[in-house]
């Protein structure tokens, strides 16, 4: 197989072209997604307290303790880091940037 993926439209007709759907061929849905990240340098805190304290990708004795323990010894440092790229984390804005250039390609 090569790099791109093996694909299926609604006719089950397989294809490993980069973009092999095309108007009247079914219908496609795109799923995207990240884990976010702090929208100001507010919310960094609590955003790695969140993160730490989920158990999908942390499991951990005393998780949420620990949780509140990590996120307030890690978040000066770590407010330090997004101030110097502009106050947030550019992830949520950059997936909405994919979002709408991939939207307007598959039209």
Do not use: H
């Not at 397989?14 to 009247?24: A, I, K, N, Y």
């Amino acid at each position: 197989m090569s790099d791109s993926t093996i694909l299926k439209n609604n006719d089950s007709k397989e294809t490993s072209t980069l973009f092999p759907w095309g108007r009247g061929k079914g219908r496609w849905a795109v799923v995207l997604f990240n884990l976010g990240g702090p929208d100001s340098l507010d919310s960094v805190q609590p955003f790695l307290e969140n993160l730490f304290n989920d158990p999908d990708i942390f499991k951990l004795p005393f998780q949420k303790s620990l949780a509140r323990f990590i996120s307030k010894k890690r978040a000066p440092k770590v407010v330090e880091e997004y101030r110097l790229i502009g106050g947030s984390s550019p992830i949520n804005c950059w997936t909405e940037l994919q979002q709408k250039n991939l939207e307007t390609k598959l039209r």
